[in-house]
């Protein structure tokens, strides 16, 4: 399976966000804000791994991704500053939820 990184690296397109699954930053490792679910691009989140991230208050990877299935956005506090993809920033393929993300969201509901 083509990881995130090596399917953004060979479409020359957006880099995928690895909260939301969305082809919204421009780079990654840039500090970027993604408009879709509100995470803050961390340096130190640099692969599909599930990390705390000191960009967004230390919160888990796997955190960030249950709270945008369940509010739409990374945290429930910033959903209001959250907006819907635009059809230029298209779900990438190779993006899954981590496993950690779907235990939370199963124990949630």
Do not use: Y
């Not at 082809?23 to 803050?40: G, Y």
């Not at 691009?41 to 369940?70: T, W, Y």
């Amino acid at each position: 399976m083509t990881s995130i990184i090596e399917n953004n690296l060979t479409t020359n397109r957006r880099v995928t966000c690895f909260v939301c699954g969305h082809r919204t930053l421009d780079k990654r490792c840039d500090w970027d804000i993604c408009p879709v679910c509100c995470w803050e691009d961390d340096v130190l989140v640099i692969d599909e791994q599930d990390k705390r991230s000191p960009a967004n208050k230390g919160m888990m990877v796997s955190e960030a991704q249950a709270n945008f299935v369940l509010f739409g956005a990374s945290t429930e506090q910033r959903k209001d500053r959250c907006r819907s993809p635009r059809s230029d920033e298209s779900l990438d393929p190779n993006w899954r939820l981590l496993a950690e993300a779907v235990q939370t969201i199963q124990s949630r509901k």
